[in-house]
């Protein structure tokens, strides 16, 4: 069968926008101007006027036929503060920030729905703004949501180990704050689909762009009050997703936009609507000490996130949950006796919070990594020998962390020594005066994370179960269900070398089937892929695998424990030229299996039914309460030269260590590496959603909001340790992640160290040439002055 | 308003009836020409999603007018392909992995082609194939993949494999 | 306040493609209703999309691309001409430009991508009259004049002359920019092109600068900056070029012209750049154009 890639490249994807449909009529959304503002009144009678449009769909709709958006995740209990909000996918009332939907116009054709939109005439009253987390904090600040005390959504309090004792014990503490500016993972691929709501079965079918078509059904289907057996989604080729396409938003109005006029409607985003109205993450504040003793040994955390959430999520309350991994995320790959941390979500008039690439595990890495190298620069240590210090050694595993994450295997020293060799560390940084000299400011960062992956928590639909299904069809040919979309992440080829491995069959017989919500599991999210999808499906291969052993052994009348299973060939080790085909072997077991059958064990068992549908779940999660199952060490080493004149930054070198326990496939590994460096490098750089003081969004546009292009992308040399997780069927751990977390966190500890001169703090992101150069300027004129 | 252009693409020439208003990019994905490997995303030249070549050269077909594309010879990544069988570069993208969602890809591939057939000299720079990709956004591979793509693409040019 | 929405659509148009000036001059008299000239389209498409420009009632749109007369490159008497509907990429790669004005070469070679200079034309960037048009510095300091085509008369406008705001010109809607001409360098002479943006490839300028110099026994005889994003327009800084005149071609005498520079412009604070910023930047790029010139004419 014609692998992924090959019929991608020949066109025969099948995005959202290549959906077509006889009859199929188009939605386009009318969004708010304002960031908050009381709906006085909407006519739309002038966008129906225009000929070809079919109907409008405003928030009265959704209120008259739809239910709120469900609850996703709730923590209401434990005397935390967990608000949620009553709200439609649509709002009736009032809008509460910028590029809001307040209406839906379905026409013949989407130019026709287009030109309408602006024909929608609406009027509002405009409200003050709450333009960020801090000042939506503020007593007297203007209230998103009226049952609301105030703005705070969240307010979580973990203590970890022994907060106090790491602070009585410690010689040093030292005050540390970051800042993480606002961005977005932004798919070259908006959102789309079309719904088909069938009037005369009361069913709904979709087609999408759904990272998680399973959640996308039970969210679909309680919006619309609809039995979830009556709804149907279907991923389709999905132009990169990167967590902000787990929603089940918008196609809700495009399911009720199908309901109304009984027609296919399909929805394709534009790129700018996906920045605005999309989610966006990171937007921290943290401020907290850092205790330690004055030979580098790492002691305690009192520290305190404040998320800017903007409204309340699309996905209800999985914005707030991500406050959970950001907190628990800060112990990082060291020991330490205690920590005390705050995660605090504020509601502001911006766009909802959601998944993208590190969710909030990569909020506390970043920002213990930051502290560190502080740490090292007050002790007049290296970067990496403050780390060396404190690491949790090879034969430590498995280490429970203070967090209660049961940290699965890894070599955290070896990991970061190679990267250090690789980028010729000593060299660059022997040449440093030198450089100096000649004007030339260069600097060495370096950093190393792990990735918590495979998420499994209780109270909210990241609740971990997974289904997946291998059959061998009656020509032999294999097919593979689960709820691992294809995203680019190379799903479909990692499934299909797990389950030919197992099995010995050749790779181009496996089928990896597009997901449905047929299939159980919350999709590819959290770089679950490889620990649940990948462990389900490994699982449901191996007991396959036995079946297959049975009747092979029965058919080719040789003992079970002598077979071979390779290249696609079944046979006894005693006896290689008997040999059955997979086509041979399903052809027997299911239809022909010779005149005296199979052996009467095999048929009560139903064994030579060769089709296993399992589950899976993590070994550790259940007694130890870790909400990951594997961790994933990476360390980045990079050296940027800064032009001081302009502020610019120029990455010199890359260097990226990954021990992502055993490999399924190099080349996609390396390819997740690639992609979520460089997505790392746009948010340290120059990636930044920019609201005004009104709460527009002013960088709504590729050309505002600023993703690398292959220009300032740098070559980036990777290598590899292979550090098996005991916790996994395959061995392999979840790998989305890290690279996005350590890349930022690298480039700006090398503009830090680029920058020593100035003796400047590198702790806010992006760091724009406008930003750095303005950084140099304050510290020039501050030098001056104690001049 | 409608009015009549005749496009030459992939080797076909249509007499087709279009909008006056409608770009390239929406006429040849529309159901008439189907050619769905030429992307949609941000239609406003941003992106490089869409990229065809006219004329030999690659444009952003969301910036161009079809009615002003009148007599030209566009080019698709279809129109790469022999039959079923891939083009040399876009073979190379398969066996570099130059793909991940494959949204960016095609135009993409029409970028490269542009660089390697107006390529004379042996010496291709990492940073020339950076240069020639500008205008194409790929958010998924971090170019790594799609740079090896092209340089081995090159190569096989180089080997007198090429069309 | 306007809807927001994501894409919108162009507007119902009535295609026009004469194919010389006779027919475009003829075109003026007989169009009906609203009308857009436009060569490339790089600027005018996204403006739609963006609801920046709207034509609620319809639109005629004229398509010049096709008027030979328009799209050619020359060089007679020591003066280069370009007509203004040749594109970026056309005029980028082109001996006569590459010989005469290889600064012009390399600001086109900044701008866009290869895909939009494929289309995108020098005429378009120059009546489209953005204060961050990346082809106007180069040429304001190349001493660049516009020719205009009315029905009634062609005349000849000094570039620094043509802006009169942002996105706004000395132009009538039914004149058309015809071709761009400027002096030949001589050896004596030299132009260089700088921009800042906040990423390096495909990006509005935050600050772009374009200086000419000519040195005669190691003395400036004339000099020429200019810079885009810092004004309402991209302009020249008249003081800072004086104080050139007649000065030796020194390292230290070309930074405190830079350093007039800053003090002579009044930028503004947008979303891309602080005010700041932009003073700072425009100091660094006089400065760093000014001595790649030197660095050309003192080998
Ligand atoms: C992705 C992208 C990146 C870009 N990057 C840059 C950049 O880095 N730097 C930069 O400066 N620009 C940039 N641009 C803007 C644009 O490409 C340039 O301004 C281009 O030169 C415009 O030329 P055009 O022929 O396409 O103009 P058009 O869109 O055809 O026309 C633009 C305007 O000029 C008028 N006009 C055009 N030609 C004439 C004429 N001969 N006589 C009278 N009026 C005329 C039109 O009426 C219209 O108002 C970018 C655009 C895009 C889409
Ligand atoms: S869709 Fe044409 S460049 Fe983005
Ligand atoms: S492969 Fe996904 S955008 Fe390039």
């Given at each position: 069968m014609e692998n992924r890639e090959t019929r991608l490249i020949s066109g025969k994807g099948q995005y959202a926008d290549d959906l077509d449909f006889p009859g199929m009529a188009h939605l386009v959304f009318v969004g708010s101007p304002h960031a908050h503002a009381v709906i006085k009144r909407l006519e739309v009678d002038k966008a129906l006027k225009v000929p070809g449009v079919l109907t409008v769909i405003t928030g009265q709709e959704m209120v008259k036929y739809t239910n709120p958006l469900p609850v996703q995740a709730n923590f209401k209990s434990k005397g935390w503060t967990w608000r949620l909000a009553h709200v439609y996918a649509m709002p009736k009332d009032k809008v509460r920030w910028y590029g809001e939907p307040v209406a839906a116009v379905v026409a013949e054709d989407e130019k026709t729905a287009r030109k309408a939109a602006d024909l929608v005439e609406v009027e509002y009253e405009p409200l003050a703004v709450t333009g960020n987390a801090l000042e939506a904090l503020e007593p007297d600040a203007p209230k998103l949501y009226d049952d609301w005390e105030d703005n705070k959504q969240v307010h979580l309090k973990f203590d970890f180990g022994e907060p106090e004792t790491a602070f009585e014990e410690a010689d040093q503490v030292m005050h540390i704050k970051t800042r993480e500016g606002r961005v977005t993972g932004l798919p070259i691929e908006g959102r789309g689909c079309v719904a088909n709501y069938n009037l005369k079965k009361d069913t709904l079918e979709m087609w999408g762009s759904f990272q998680t078509p399973y959640l996308a059904r039970h969210n679909i289907a309680a919006t619309l009050g609809m039995p979830e057996v009556k709804v149907k989604i279907n991923a389709v080729d999905i132009g990169g997703a990167f967590g902000l396409k787990i929603h089940a938003w918008k196609e809700n109005v495009v399911a009720l936009a199908s309901k109304l006029t009984g027609r296919h409607v399909k929805w394709f985003e534009p790129q700018k609507d996906f920045i605005v109205t999309g989610p966006h993450q990171r937007d921290v504040f943290w401020e907290g000490d850092v205790a330690f003793k004055n030979d580098g040994t790492l002691l305690g955390v009192k520290a305190t996130v404040t998320h800017d959430l903007g409204v309340e999520s699309t996905n209800k309350g999985i914005a707030a949950l991500s406050i959970f991994p950001a907190c628990s995320a800060v112990p990082n790959m060291y020991r330490w006796k205690g920590m005390h941390i705050e995660g605090v979500g504020a509601a502001t008039n911006k766009s909802f919070y959601c998944a993208y690439?590190?969710?909030?595990k990569d909020k506390g890495i970043k920002f213990i990594e930051h502290a560190l190298n502080q740490i090292a620069r007050k002790l007049g240590m290296t970067p990496e020998a403050i780390r060396l210090k404190n690491y949790i050694q090879p034969d430590e595993f498995p280490y429970h962390q203070i967090n209660s994450y049961v940290y699965d295997s890894g070599d955290y020293p070896g990991t970061l020594k190679k990267a250090l060799d690789m980028a010729n560390v000593d060299e660059v940084r022997a040449k440093k005066e030198q450089y100096l000299k000649e004007g030339k400011y260069i600097g060495v960062g370096v950093i190393s994370a792990i990735e918590p992956a495979g998420v499994a928590v209780p109270n909210c639909q990241m609740g971990g179960i997974t289904q997946a299904r291998v059959q061998i069809t009656a020509d032999g040919t294999i097919e593979v269900h689960s709820d691992r979309t294809e995203i680019g992440q190379g799903s479909e080829a990692s499934h299909a070398i797990i389950v030919s491995n197992i099995l010995g069959c050749n790779r181009e017989d496996v089928l990896v089937k597009p997901v449905t919500s047929d299939y159980i599991g919350q999709g590819p999210l959290s770089s679950r892929g490889a620990v649940y999808p990948a462990s389900a499906v490994a699982k449901a291969a191996k007991i396959l695998k036995k079946k297959v052993s049975q009747c092979a052994a029965a058919f080719l009348k040789v003992d079970e424990a002598s077979l071979v299973m390779e290249g696609g060939l079944i046979f006894s080790s005693n006896n290689p030229d008997e040999k059955l085909t997979y086509k041979e072997l399903a052809e027997k077991s299911y239809f022909f299996p010779g005149p005296r059958g199979l052996p009467p064990e095999i048929l009560k068992n139903h064994d030579h039914l060769l089709d296993v549908t399992t589950t899976w779940y993590s070994p550790?999660?259940?007694?130890?309460?870790?909400?990951?199952t594997s961790f994933c060490t990476s360390a980045d080493v990079a050296v940027v030269e800064v032009d001081i004149d302009t502020g610019a930054t120029k990455i010199i070198k890359y260097a990226h260590v990954h021990d992502a326990g055993t490999i399924i496939d190099k080349q996609i590994v390396d390819g997740q590496i690639h992609g979520g460096i460089v997505q790392g490098i746009g948010e340290a750089l120059s990636e930044r959603l920019d609201y005004n003081e009104k709460g527009q969004l002013m960088t709504s546009s590729f050309s505002t909001y600023l993703i690398p292009t292959a220009v300032e992308a740098p070559d980036i040399e990777v290598a590899h340790l292979e550090t098996p997780s005991p916790f996994t069927e395959t061995g392999s751990k979840g790998m989305g992640e890290a690279p996005i977390i350590g890349s930022k966190a690298v480039i700006l500890a090398a503009i830090e160290d680029a920058l020593t001169p100035f003796n400047i703090e590198v702790n806010e992101s992006p760091a724009t040439p406008e930003r750095v150069r303005s950084w140099i300027v304050a510290a020039r004129k501050e030098q001056e002055e104690s001049k | 308003m409608k009015m009549p252009v005749t496009l030459n693409i992939n080797n076909t020439t249509w007499n087709l009836d279009i909008d006056a208003n409608a770009t390239l990019l929406e006429v040849l994905r529309n159901n008439v020409l189907n050619q769905q490997s030429v992307h949609r995303s941000c239609e406003e030249g941003e992106c490089g999603a869409c990229t065809v070549l006219m004329d030999g050269k690659p444009v952003n077909s969301c910036l161009v007018m079809a009615a002003s594309a009148q007599g030209s010879t566009i080019i698709t990544s279809e129109g790469l392909m022999r039959g079923d069988e891939l083009h040399p570069l876009m073979k190379a993208f398969v066996d570099e992995l130059?793909?991940?969602?494959?949204?960016c890809t095609p135009g993409m591939v029409m970028s490269a082609y542009a660089l390697i057939n107006q390529w004379e000299d042996e010496e291709l720079s990492d940073m020339d194939i950076r240069k020639a990709i500008e205008g194409n956004l790929c958010r998924c591979t971090g170019y790594v993949n799609i740079v090896n793509s092209i340089r081995r693409a090159k190569q096989a040019k180089d080997a007198g494999n090429w069309w | 306040m306007k809807n927001f929405v994501g894409s919108r659509a162009l507007p119902d148009l009535v295609y026009h493609c004469p194919e010389n000036m006779n027919a475009l001059m003829a075109l003026f008299d007989t169009i009906q209703g609203e009308y857009k000239i436009v060569a490339g389209c790089t600027d005018f498409i996204p403006a739609v999309r963006g609801g920046r420009w709207s034509f609620n009632d319809g639109l005629s749109l004229i398509d010049i691309k096709k008027i030979d007369e328009l799209n050619f490159i020359k060089e007679t008497d020591g003066i280069v001409t370009i007509g203004a509907v040749t594109p970026l990429s056309t005029i980028m790669s082109s001996d006569i430009v590459q010989k005469h004005a290889p600064g012009l070469c390399h600001a086109m070679s900044t701008m866009a991508s290869p895909q939009v200079r494929n289309v995108g034309t020098m005429g378009g960037n120059i009546a489209m009259s953005s204060p961050a048009g990346d082809t106007v510095p180069s040429l304001l300091a190349l001493g660049a004049s516009v020719i205009i085509k009315g029905k009634q008369e062609e005349k000849k406008v000094a570039l620094d002359q043509f802006f009169t705001g942002p996105g706004k010109n000395?132009?009538?809607?039914?004149?058309?920019?015809?071709a761009i001409e400027f002096p030949a360098l001589k050896a004596d002479e030299s132009v260089h092109f700088q921009k800042i943006g906040t990423r390096d490839a495909v990006i509005i300028s935050i600050v772009s600068a374009a200086s000419f110099l000519k040195v005669e026994n190691g003395v400036c005889k004339a000099a020429r900056i200019a810079l885009g994003s810092v004004a309402p327009t991209p302009i020249r800084v008249p003081k800072a070029e004086a104080f050139l005149k007649?000065?030796?071609?020194?390292r230290e005498v070309l930074a405190q012209c830079a350093e007039l520079v800053a003090r002579e412009i009044s930028p503004i604070t947008d979303l891309r750049a602080s005010a700041d910023y932009r003073r700072d930047l425009s100091e660094t790029l006089s400065r760093r154009t000014l001595m790649a010139c030197l660095d050309d004419l003192n080998p």
């Open positions: 690439r590190g969710y909030g550790t999660t259940p007694d130890s309460g870790s909400s990951y | 130059g793909l991940q969602c494959g949204f | 000395i132009m009538a809607s039914n004149e058309v920019l015809k007649n000065k030796p071609a020194t």
